[in-house]
């Protein structure tokens, strides 16, 4: 989940649903990053990344083979 809409590098990726804060209405049964707003990440007690490590998290997801 990103404050505003998410880079276009985040879309499209199979298996991942970058958000943002306005489009997402539950983090039920979901794993959620919030990339950029630790205070809504506590808030939700969920992870948060900086856009930098979200950008490594990004190049580590995609180089991981896919099915495995």
Same mark, same amino acid.
């Given at each position: 989940? +990103? /404050?505003?809409? /998410? /880079? $276009? @590098? *985040?879309?499209?990726? /199979?298996?991942?649903?970058?958000?943002?804060? &306005?489009?997402?209405?539950?983090? @039920?049964?979901?794993? !959620?990053l !919030? !990339? $950029?707003?630790?205070?809504?990440? @506590?808030? *939700?007690? !969920?992870?948060?990344?900086?856009? @930098? &490590?979200? &950008? &490594?998290f990004?190049?580590e +997801?995609?180089?991981?083979?896919?099915?495995?």
């Amino acid at each position: 989940m +990103f /404050p505003k809409d /998410p /880079p $276009g @590098e *985040w879309l499209g990726i /199979p298996g991942v649903r970058a958000v943002s804060a &306005e489009e997402l209405s539950s983090i @039920e049964g979901k794993l !959620v990053l !919030v !990339v $950029g707003d630790c205070q809504l990440a @506590e808030r *939700w007690r !969920v992870a948060c990344l900086t856009e @930098e &490590e979200a &950008e &490594e998290f990004l190049r580590e +997801f995609r180089a991981f083979p896919s099915g495995r």
